[in-house]
């Protein structure tokens, strides 16, 4: 969908970002997702099933990175489309494999992974489908295969936030607290060993910076200033964060597939 054709009122708030010039969509930005590569230590050869993989952009940096196997999951199948030229123009079709398919049916993909790496996704599903999504996770796990994953985080008021973030994003948008996230995942049959939260930082200039760079920032700065419909959206989500940000944030965590 493109900018022209996006309702700015009812899209969800990733889509609102990402046509202001977003490209890190992620609560703990880009020092999150290292942390989950650390607690990773992939090895060259391992496998990775990433979900929701959108252009490939992140499973060909796997890829290059760390030289693992990855096979991205999207529904979209323009962004497939687009993915697969990705991966031809970086000559790494022997390497990285972008599926069209839905998360919620993970079982149609074969084999089982080393690696499943998922951001900013089980925070926009029910509790039914973060069950299910995760179910599906520990199934295409190897035994002692980790679950790397940033999601969104809550300390305290849990209810009115869910309220809050569904009002302003659009999307049943619900986080959970520590101890939800890992009763989730222990439920599904994935133990979370490792975990680091921290402030919410997806509309943090600092982290802007971090994540963006100069010359992205000041573009996404400037298409929020000048264009109303994205200007009133973007405050909207900002000020829901400002107002929960003593107890809103970002979770990163590693779990074990028993």
């Not at 952009?57 to 489309?81: H, M, Q, T, W």
């Not at 970086?90 to 079982?107: N, P």
């Not at 995942?185 to 994935?190: D, E, K, P």
């Not at 600092?206 to 419909?229: C, F, H, Y």
């Amino acid at each position: 969908m493109t900018n022209a054709t996006l309702n700015f009122q009812t899209a969800p708030g990733h889509q609102v970002l990402a046509a202001a010039g977003k490209k890190i969509l992620r609560p703990g930005g880009r020092a999150a997702t290292e942390q989950l590569f650390q607690w990773a230590n992939f090895q060259p050869g391992e496998t990775v099933l990433e979900l929701a993989s959108s252009f490939g952009y992140s499973a060909i940096a796997l890829a290059k990175r760390f030289g693992v196997r990855v096979v991205g999951v999207e529904k979209n199948p323009d962004s497939v489309a687009r993915a697969r030229d990705n991966i031809r123009a970086a000559d790494l079709e022997g390497q990285v494999e972008i599926i069209e398919g839905d998360i919620f049916h993970l079982e149609t993909i074969l084999g089982q992974f080393d690696y499943v790496f998922a951001e900013a996704i089980l925070s926009m599903q029910s509790p039914a489908g973060k069950a299910k999504i995760l179910q599906g996770i520990h199934h295409k796990l190897k035994p002692g295969g980790k679950f790397l994953s940033h999601e969104l985080f809550v300390r305290n008021h849990e209810e009115e936030i869910h309220r809050t973030l569904s009002q302003v994003i659009r999307m049943n948008t619900t986080p959970l607290s520590l101890e939800n996230w890992s009763k989730a995942c222990a439920t599904a049959g994935l133990n979370v060993q490792q975990y680091q939260t921290g402030a919410m930082g997806l509309l943090n200039p600092v982290q802007m910076l971090r994540d963006e760079g100069v010359v992205d920032t000041s573009r996404i700065l400037w298409n929020v200033l000048t264009k109303a419909p994205i200007r009133d959206r973007v405050l909207q989500i900002r000020s829901a964060f400002k107002q929960h940000q003593q107890d809103l944030g970002y979770i990163a965590l590693c779990a074990i597939a028993d």
